[in-house]
């Protein structure tokens, strides 16, 4: 009989406001094993955890189990202090009687039976606890970054300046992302380039950073310190090392494609530099578009390359890495307005989206910094911002606030006054939300100083007329239905996940919210990290953010892998699976199921009759194993268990809950 | 006296023989009569008497692939004739990684059907002394003289709903084949239960298990239970009460479906071995049909290469099920 002693914590109120204590006390002393029964206003305080640790010395005990909060909370603090005073670890069994019992009932009469009955659920589980040792497991030393864009430069660079190697990995043929195509960012209007462009030289030429543009994630295996990914490398057709990036091969190359950096308003060539300060300055040639893939002849890039960089025979590679720690750091897409057709986006070239408005100021932009009407050239003299276009829009768009649109229209219609002075600006909103050192007084420097005319309402229609857009919408405060003749209408058009964050959550094994952004482990308390340990994620791929949080976001993540990085060791994981070969018929099923190809088959030698018979059965690697425990319910035998989930505690748990009301 | 099909059997026994008197393989397992006309039992042919009793007639029901499990341990090599479910069986043992497919020649027997002893004697009105067959009838020979009746009303309910008749495995295919035959309505019978609102389903359920004399035939004649130890026979964790009680039956009957999930091949030996008659081919066949319905069609046995539903993970896989 095992020597067990039962612990429970009131939780300030938290629990002994509905379950009581007393009463759940009483039960547990007589529950079968228990030896002694002790309870504590604050359980996981250092006074909490002394009576425990005085209790295991005093009255010999070989399990304990704590009536407390969640284990995700405090089973560790309770382990270690089990282990302090002597005991293994996981003789201890927590019993969640917060979130699975105080916080969901009102009343005592509900919440103390059942606390009771997770009690003695626990202490029969802990009856059948076995001693168990978490394995020690190496740490690759280096870091990968996936997403080139602002979050993923700062997380790189921080991670490279801690001592450690880092690949940063980039699908783009230049890092740069989102931030390389603003002209001006909010609220100070420093010119985007002039302070992304020395992080992007700074990333390329760090002696830590090992840049890997025109890349993609293949696959992820392995787990926390040793996640083995294969990358590839799309081939550039263009030799990297002998490439000077002078700029001849885009510039006689004679076929021409939407240009994806420009929102597809101007046209780029088939070999290319996505933009003028492009890091690395080395082309790649659209493989779609080229007219020498596509037709077999034109060659001109070759030709004209003067150090010959031109190789039509490269091909795609797929690069095998081990890695220690990965932040994701993947960016955001904008919402493709068309769905509103009453804004009529796509069907007038003076109807244009935030990002692509945010072009025409730039000066390498498809009008060359001139903000001009793409119809006829001329300088819009009034504009109509319509903010929330698919933001907070439970029927038709996302049912979130997108976060940096209020700040970059009231940016955007600032730069417009300055450009074209005599141009006015109006903004139909549903509100305006300017949280942000700074924020509000730029917003009310546009409205006030600016002249911009900020009207609560929506817009319902806009059409064109003559050389105009009617814009007609309600002004929400005054009642007044408003039409507008105007020149131009950006489209706040919603920050969105990436189109392809599904897969490529799948694919690294992080979950993601119903809008596909990435999910972090605690909203609060855990915003980088995510519920797969050894990955962390920073900037707009876990919801829309403008440059500052990212920025925020990516050191935080970045802080979070070198403190992985730098530990010799990691506590593997203890609670693995393995395999009963008595049992076990062979089928590997489980091999087929296992996610973290822990499970191999071996060959087993046993006696038969006068000779011997050899047969296969399955094998668990319990460094490769994460204790997920698939494989033991795709086990038809039930040949296979969890250490620390057996069969026989999970069973024993549900009988404790069940045979006895 | 059943009648043999005497062409048939010496094609048959000259093929086995060959490589079976060869030494290519150290036994053949077919069939043999039985002690009533109405049985053929299976055979496992040594040797050149031994070949002398295989027979193949309409009684050859018994699913062969079976008995690979245990033959594999005293013989290298073996041979078994396949009618198309017990190919669809070999397939499931190769699949679950029992056998390996160098280790067995399959000669290939395109099944006509096999009749039902129970059938005969309804339409016979008696026990029938013998039967003649004819191209698709058969005559039932009484003391009060001979009836003739389609064939295909005295076959066993399993033969009379089976698709795939053909072998889908084989090295030698010794017969000329039956082709493909119509989709019987097999699901018939669960999409009638699926109709119930579930107190009767229970009910009914309830009242058929309740017949279960816990046996294990229907376990031990099917090519998908293949574990080393069956779990109702697995002392710890004891997940099988011993109780002679509705909820331990239902505790067999509904585990024993679930390991059959994606995996039952339809040979419906389970059902045909049952000696109080519980139909137990609509709880395999309701999961044929969930699966069916979640993720595409799959009829477990006929590819061995085909990729098992419940073993693979595709994006696109149904998140939740429905609250049917």
Redesign the interface.
Known sequence: MPRTGVFICHCGSNIAGTVDIDQALEASRNFPGVVHADEYRYLCSEVGQDIIKKAIEEYNLDRVVVGTCSPRMHENTFRKAAAEAGLNPYLLEVANIREHCSWVHKDMEVGTPKAIALLRAAAAKAALNDPLEAPELDVEKRALVIGGGIAGIQAALDIAEAGYIVDLVEKDPSIGGRMAQLEKTFPTLDCSACILTPKMVEAAQHPNINLMTYCEIDEVKGFVGQFDVTIKQKARYVDPVKCTGCGICWEKCPSKTPSEFEMGMTKRKSIYVPFPQAVPMIPVIDRERCLYFKKGRCQICEKECPPQAIDYEQQDEYIERRYGAIVVATGYDQLDPSVYGEYGYGQHPDILTGLEFERLFNASGPTGGKVVRLSDGKPPKKVVFIQCVGSRDKARGMNYCSKICCMFTAKQAILLKEKVPEAKSYVFYIDVRTAGKGYEEFQRRAAEEYDVAYMRGQVGKIFPEDDYLVVRGVDSLSGRNIEIKADMVVLAAASIARHDAPDLGRLIGINSDSYHFFNEAHPKLKPVETHTAGIFIAGACQAPKDIPDSVAQASAAAVKAVGLLSKEKLLGEACTAEVDHSQCSGCLNCEAICPYTAITPVELEERYKDGTLQRTVAEVNPALCQGCGSCTVTCRSGSINLKGFSNEQILAEVDAICLQR | MAERNLDSVKKIREAVSQDLLGGRISQVLGWEKGHYWWQSRPLFARSEADLEKLTWDSFCVINLSRYLLEEL??HEKVGVLVKGCDARAFNRLLQ???VKREQVILYGLPCPGMLDYNRLCEEAGAVPDGIVENNGTVVLKTDGGEKEVQREDIMLDKCRECVYPDPAAYDQMLLSPQGEREAAERFKPVEELEELPADERFAYWEKELSRCLRCYACRQACPFC??????VE?E??R?QGRAYQPSENFMFHLVRAY?GTGRCIDCGECERSCPVDIPLQELNRKLIKDINELYGDYEAGLDAEAEPP???YR?DDPAAFSEK
Do not use: A, G, V
């Open positions: 341990k005293d679950d990684n029992m293949s574990c080393r130890e069956c779990f697995q710890n964790p997940w390991h419940l073993l693979t994006p």
